[in-house]
């Protein structure tokens, strides 16, 4: 049964940088796509990035393109999301999700597994 925990969240000033990690246990995530998505309060849950199962494809939501990367580390079955100049907008509890394959990213709750989050907030 594969298990998903986020961290790395915190509070940071808008410009700042923070990185988020999604640790895997239970089961190797070499065979899943990993998403992170974000929920604003009062807000619907949202995709921000997703990477393949293999690492070769990677997309990001417009709203975060240029400041926000996802990698994907094998050897510590992990996904890590590095967030760049951080604007207040991107506040947030943020998720992990794990699917067979981006496509389902489409979808706020289309991910067959997910983590509990992690809370950024981004504020002066």
């Known amino acids: 049964q594969l298990q998903l925990v986020e961290s790395g969240g915190g509070l940071v000033q808008p410009g700042g940088s923070l990185r988020l990690s999604c640790t895997a246990s239970?089961?190797?995530?070499?065979?899943?796509?990993i998403g992170w998505f974000r929920q604003a309060p009062g807000n619907e849950r949202e995709v921000v990035s997703c990477?393949?199962?293999?690492?070769?494809?990677?997309n990001y939501a417009d709203s975060v393109k240029g400041r926000f990367t996802i990698s994907r580390d094998s050897a510590k079955n992990t996904v890590d999301l590095q967030m760049t100049s951080l604007k207040p907008e991107d506040t947030g509890v943020y998720y992990c999700?794990?699917?067979?394959?981006?496509?389902?990213?489409?979808?706020?709750?289309?991910?067959?597994?997910w983590g509990k989050g992690t809370v950024v907030t981004v504020s002066s």
């Open positions: 999700g794990a699917d067979f394959a981006c496509i389902a990213s489409m979808f706020p709750d289309g991910m067959n597994y």
């Open positions: 239970g089961s190797s995530l070499d065979g899943y796509a």
């Open positions: 990477i393949s199962s293999g690492g070769g494809s990677t």
